[in-house]
């Protein structure tokens, strides 16, 4: 019995859907247009995520050391800094290694690699590049190691700057530009995100609405609740599943051009490789939520219908 | 069967029925008259609980209808057929698939609906419109297969509320010969008409509603007004 009642909901949903072809096909348009803001915010997002994890990349404390200080001083330090929670990663560049990428970045500076040359020795110290997990995380990196020379009080200061006093202010400002990036981006997220709801659950139940004599001789033929809802939430599935599939029709020229053109201004993230390696989980994203919003929409929809 | 006791139903503006009683027994077959806004339809539509008695009560085969739950209403209306003055065929389906539907919705099985339903649409005269949409029927033949809907499920009751309101005089010769036919078989019949030849020609009982009383109650009545 359940099956067979189940068969019939299904059917009358596909022969309803076929036969109403003109609402169908404008059901699908609404719910399209829904599936396509919340596809870009899915987008929109990623591109957000990945400048900000640029961003965020480009930012480092570097402490310079003197160019007297002890190579197992350092590691000793480095390992001590890396022990710490906040601490992502800490890179140790060598004296040599330090003269060699001023050299390279100096390339076309005659000038200056003829005065290094005249210095004739190395007048770099090592480097260490540390990134935190967070940008606000610097600060306390830059205090623990303000008080890392008070640690060992005896041995001479190795630590020549720490040049978070001087990215401080840049630091912080970046620091509050992501998170309120953060902050907007989840905002206007959820406000289209609920003007798209709104749109296609006021479509659907237009869509009802035209039915509403049909639902209550349906009642009155004795039908029960679920047997007359049914076919009105399979066809909101089938507005879902048409819609998706439209949806990711769409974004195949859009993010194809996108990626060949539009690249570097969306901080070098590519938009169809995006889609491409995507393709699964933004399909099974959107159809989720245009089957569900199908579903809850034809469901409320009718309910108006069936108490009164 | 059927007891209406002291039912009134007032609206914000007027008073339908005013504490009408009324006993209606298994097998009869009742014609309710009356000028329009006489309360006909309120008094059929309270026995569907489309409506609810603002005092009184109805009951059939004494359970108050008005306090079934919702599935139990569900199956009371499964007992009775409904015809109404403008069809109220489901547009989107075809005379076979309304017909199927009264039965699909019943719980019946696919061999039942592939049985009855040919026969029931034969039984009607509409054999040879199977596969029509409703837009597609003149209005006897749509009355027609309304009137196949109602009886498909076996009911034991039909309500025909003003069937013949829109039809020429021989689709509504038609449909009254299949009512009494139905009526012979044993289903008790309320029809609710403003037709004077219709009542005429049944000789059954026959209440006069006027102001949403009864004034008068015939057995064998004519249309008096």
């Given at each position: 019995m359940f099956w067979t009642a189940t068969r019939r909901v299904l059917r009358s949903g596909f022969v309803s859907f076929y036969r109403n072809s003109v609402i169908s096909i404008a059901a699908i348009l609404v719910v399209t247009i829904t599936l396509l803001v919340i596809g870009s915010l899915l987008m929109t997002r990623a591109v957000m995520g990945y400048s900000l994890n640029q961003i965020r990349d480009k930012v480092d404390v570097n402490v310079y050391f003197n160019t007297t200080a002890p190579e197992e001083r350092i590691t000793e330090l480095k390992r001590s800094l890396e022990a710490?929670?906040?601490?992502?990663a800490v890179e140790y560049v060598s004296r040599e290694q330090a003269l060699e990428d001023f050299r390279v970045r100096h390339e076309s500076d005659y000038l200056t690699l003829q005065a290094l040359e005249e210095l004739g020795e190395n007048p770099l110290g090592a480097v260490l590049n540390i990134k935190a997990k967070e940008p606000s995380q610097y600060e306390s990196i830059a205090k623990f190691l303000g008080g890392y020379s008070a640690l060992v009080p005896?041995?001479?200061?190795?630590?020549?700057?720490?040049?978070y006093f001087q990215n401080k202010e840049v630091i912080e400002r970046l620091t509050s530009i992501i998170a309120a990036g953060q902050k907007l981006g989840v905002a206007v997220t959820l406000v289209l995100i609920f003007i798209s709801i709104v749109i296609v659950f006021n479509t659907i139940r237009l869509i009802i609405y035209i039915s509403r004599e049909e639902i209550s001789v349906m009642k009155l033929v004795g039908a029960s609740d679920i047997y007359i809802r049914g076919p009105f939430m399979v066809e909101g599935v089938i507005y879902g599943v048409f819609s998706t599939f439209l949806t990711m029709l769409i974004f195949w020229p859009m993010t194809y051009w996108l990626g060949a053109n539009a690249t570097n201004f969306l901080g070098g993230l590519n938009l169809y490789q995006y889609y491409l390696s995507n393709f699964f989980e933004l399909t099974l994203v959107l159809l989720g939520a245009g089957a569900v919003l199908g579903v809850i929409s034809a469901y409320l929809a009718v309910r108006k219908y069936l108490n009164t | 069967m059927i007891y209406y006791d002291k039912v009134s139903k007032v609206y914000p503006n007027a008073v339908a029925l005013d504490s009408v009683s009324l006993s209606i027994s298994e097998g009869e077959f009742l014609s309710v008259v009356g000028p329009?806004?006489?309360g006909k339809t309120t008094l059929l539509k309270l026995l569907l609980a489309e409506e609810y008695p603002t005092e009184g009560s109805v009951s059939f085969e004494s359970v108050d209808?008005?306090?079934?739950?919702n599935g139990a209403l569900t199956r009371f209306r499964r007992r009775i057929g409904v015809v109404f003055q403008d069809f109220r065929l489901l547009p989107g389906k075809t005379a076979y698939e309304n017909i199927a539907f009264a039965m699909e919705a019943s719980g019946k099985t696919d061999e039942e609906i592939a049985a009855d339903v040919p026969h029931v649409l034969e039984l009607v005269d509409l054999g040879e419109k199977l596969y029509n949409f409703p837009h597609q029927l003149s209005g006897g033949e749509k009355q027609r297969a309304a009137i196949a809907r109602a009886i498909i499920n076996q009911p034991d009751v039909i309500i025909a509320d003003?069937?013949?309101?829109?039809?020429d005089p021989v689709s509504t010769h038609e449909v009254v010969q299949i009512l009494k036919k139905i009526n012979d078989l044993g289903t008790t019949i309320i029809l609710s008409t403003h037709n004077k030849g219709v009542i005429d020609s049944l000789g059954r009982r026959v209440i006069t509603l006027e102001r949403g009383k009864i004034i008068r109650d015939d057995k064998e009545g004519k249309y008096v007004l």
């Open positions: 710490l929670p906040e601490v992502r005896d041995a001479p200061n190795i630590i020549d700057k720490v040049n | 329009s806004g006489a209808i008005h306090k079934l739950s003003e069937p013949t309101g829109n039809l």
